[in-house]
């Protein structure tokens, strides 16, 4: 049999089509490119018409494109992808699912199943937007290699969010590079500092306190557990404490006492004593060490300890505090801070927001108010004497009975003297009972005058006149009952017998000096008392006396 053509075996087939001899294999057995066999068993072997594989060329430039570049031009498969990027055809095939690549398409009906392309200028776009992200960023990786630290570090930034600036871009982090230059920085800085140990060493102070004086001025380290100094902090920070530096080496000057010395001394621990000089117990303290520090230092000079030991010593056995003087008077402490306030006592010190008050001054309240335990007010007065409010009222207002104000409408007398000046009016009134004449006229006669007006006339207390009516040093007092009332009454000429035996000198008066005088501005009832010749009446309306 001859062939009209000239025909090829797989090696030459595959060679002339420039593909790989299984490809052809391959599409052989799919029926793509028809084929003959020659011979039998082992040694047969398949031919191919040269037409045929020049036709099958023609008809499938597509296929061929994708066995001879990989992909359709213009595009990339998965394994170009991994060639140009370097990576695995696993990690390409991640990067098309994470759909990094713009336009990606499909291509079916292939020999070989479907295949997977992307755009070259899809891969250019992600190329230039990768490009641009690792101008400003860089991955973790990087990050930890620029600023020459552990991967365990940079980490622990990341999860302490020490650094912020932080993206993620498909599941892949990137650090700002400007925060990266900016721990770079730091972390140059730091490597010129010295730990606060070494700070220590150089004061040849307590650690403890060195901490503290350094508060403001230290930080943290950047890499480790540990406080760094600058040199020009260290020394502003020896400026700031020089004295709490000097006293800690050279210790405390002889004229003055620390807290730890006075807390020995008033046996006390030196938190009492730090209140206690908050509270200005002591003058002059000088203290030394900035206030934002826990390691502040006093110094109390000692001539103010001594004089605060003198007065705490006055005041122990001269004062008494207002809670001991409201227990030991019964009254409450606000009634003792009231007498303070309105100076019933005298003499009160108010030390520490306490009053204490002078002991000779309680002796004298106590001795006071036992003199008012015998006291009671006048509506006690009248339930216990069986008298009326208006005596007791009366015999308080001519003398007879002293009273003391307690408050503005309340008054206090003493019992004993009550009852003295009761006893003495029964007995002016039994005397005058057995002594004057009794009668009942209808109203007072005009020759006689009650004893108040009578004392008005003379402007003597009632009970002055009362008392001389006693010792009959008034005479032919008579007792009258009118209208029920019982009435003491003196004759008119009794007046000027008064005036003569106790007025020695001469007075002479103006009506209206007469008129206030006696109390009065009856112009008429003057008249009258000159008309019965009571008064001399001299020219120009001047009465004699």
């Known amino acids: 049999m001859q062939f009209a053509t000239e025909m090829l075996t797989i090696f030459q087939a595959s060679e002339f089509l420039g593909l790989k001899a299984d490809t052809l294999r391959h599409l052989i057995k799919l029926k793509k490119i028809p084929s003959v066999k020659k011979g039998s068993g082992i040694k047969n072997s398949i031919l191919i018409s040269k037409d045929t594989l020049i036709q099958f060329r023609d008809n499938n430039e597509l296929l061929f494109d994708y066995y001879h570049l990989g992909a359709p031009k213009g595009y990339l498969s998965l394994k170009m992808i991994a060639e140009r990027f370097n990576i ?25 199943g479907d295949l997977i392309v992307v755009p070259h200028h899809s891969i250019i776009e992600y190329e230039n937007n990768v490009k641009q992200l690792e101008d400003s ?25 020490k650094i912020q600036k932080v993206i993620t871009w498909y599941g892949v982090r990137y650090i700002s590079l400007d925060e990266l230059n900016c721990l770079q920085n730091e972390l140059e800085r730091e490597r ?70 006075l807390a020995e001394r008033f046996k006390v621990n030196q938190v009492e004593i730090i209140r206690w ?31 605060y030991e003198n007065f705490v010593s006055n005041l122990n056995d001269n004062y008494i505090p207002v809670e001991e003087v409201a227990k030991e008077l019964n009254v409450s402490t606000t009634t003792v801070h009231s007498w303070i306030s309105k100076n019933k006592i005298t003499g009160s010190i108010l030390w520490l927001k306490k009053w204490y008050i002078p002991k000779t001054a309680i002796m004298t309240m106590v001795a006071k108010m036992d003199r008012q335990k015998n006291s009671i007010n006048v509506s006690q007065a009248t339930r216990e004497f069986q008298i009326s409010r208006s005596q007791v009222t009366a015999l ?62 003379v402007n003597v207390r009632r009970s002055t006149i009362e008392q001389q009516i006693q010792n009959e040093e008034i005479q032919d007092v008579k007792r009258h009952k009118i ?18 035996r106790n007025i020695s000198t001469e007075k002479v008066f103006t009506t209206k000096q007469a008129a206030a005088y006696l109390q009065t501005q009856n112009y008429n009832y003057l008249n009258e008392l000159v008309k019965k010749g009571i008064f001399q009446m001299r020219s120009l309306n001047i009465i004699k006396i």
């Open 137 to 161: 960023y860089l991955r973790v990786e990087q990050a930890q290699k620029m600023l020459g630290i552990s991967n365990y570090l940079i980490l622990s930034w990341l999860r302490q969010k």
């Open 88 to 112: 695995k055809i696993s990690l390409a095939s991640l990067w098309i699912k994470q759909r990094r690549f713009r336009d990606v398409e499909k291509l079916t009906g292939l020999p070989c």
């Open 192 to 261: 010129e500092m010295f730990p606060l140990s070494e700070a220590v060493k150089m004061l040849e102070l307590p650690y403890e306190i060195v901490s503290d004086i350094s508060s403001k001025y230290r930080i943290p380290s950047m890499i480790g557990k540990v406080h760094l100094l600058s040199k020009l902090d260290f020394e502003k920070m020896k400026i700031e404490h020089a004295d709490l530096i000097t006293y800690h080496k050279s210790g405390i000057p002889k004229d003055y006492f620390d807290t730890k010395m």
């Open 483 to 500: 209208h029920g009332h019982d009435y003491i009454l003196i004759p008119i000429s009794a007046v000027e017998e008064f005036l003569k």
């Open 277 to 307: 000089i908050r509270q200005e117990r002591f003058k002059k303290v000088e203290k030394i060490g900035a206030s934002t520090t826990s390691s502040i230092f006093y110094m109390i000079p000692k001539s103010s300890v001594y004089e």
């Open 396 to 457: 308080i207002k001519n003398g007879d009975v002293p009273f003391t104000k307690i408050k503005r409408t309340e008054i206090l007398i003493d019992r004993d003297d009550l009852s003295t000046a009761l006893k003495r009016r029964a007995t002016r009134v039994s005397q005058l009972k057995a002594k004057n004449e009794y009668s009942n006229p209808s109203r007072i006669p005009e020759d006689l005058l009650t004893i108040r007006k009578f004392s008005r006339l």
